[in-house]
């Protein structure tokens, strides 16, 4: 089963509750951007809002992080076991380390990565991670165009997973939407986040509809 994760940085925010309680059933879970400001050029919200989220809904947490310290928000923020923390590649100094201390919150390890980083930096710790995140924009915003040359990057994370027979989750992460998800899915891409895609039109429910129908 193909998975979609809304990505609430796109809902009303003060609707977030309503939004939640509206989309959950037919959803794996709700992504969460976490930006500072400073690992990219754009804020949204931090660990206290995150909680926030986690007291109301029993859905899986997916949260990305764009941050330059994610150990402090690590401290900070209680999520459940299960749920995925996602690590932007480039704001890791010690990656064994950070990767480490995700797996002891019992949470799922992720690593994403922008467009312009290669696949080949994140290999060294494939075995460690649960999920790949290949961002298909450069993280910072949503509602930006999905970049084409990404879906070989895809392509590749397939054959490489299915050549060394692993099975971690591949989710691919910006510019989703009802006219790229179906190739995708069938390419082997397992996890969507899909913000602007779903929030951006008349009627989220149905479009969050629509696209597991295209994806199952
Ligand atoms: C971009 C974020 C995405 C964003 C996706 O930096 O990581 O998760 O919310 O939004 P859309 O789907 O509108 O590109
Ligand atoms: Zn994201």
Redesign the pocket.
Known sequence: MKKIYP????AKLLEAKQEIEKLEQYCAGF?L?V?DNHF?P?LTFGASFVNEVARVTTKQLFV?L?IDNPFEFLDQVKLKKGDILSIQYASMQDIPHMLNAIKKKDLLVSI?INPDISLEKIYPYIKTLDQVVI??????????S?IPETIKKARALVAYRQEYNLTFDICM?????SNNIQELAHLGVDSF????????TPDPLMELHKLNTLIN
Do not use: E, R, Y
């Open positions: 990505s609430l940085i796109a992504h951007d930006m990219v754009n990305h764009m994403a961002m298909s924009v450069k993280a910072g915003f949503s509602g930006q999905f992460d910006g510019g989703i939407n986040v899909v913000g602007s895609g779903i929030f951006n």
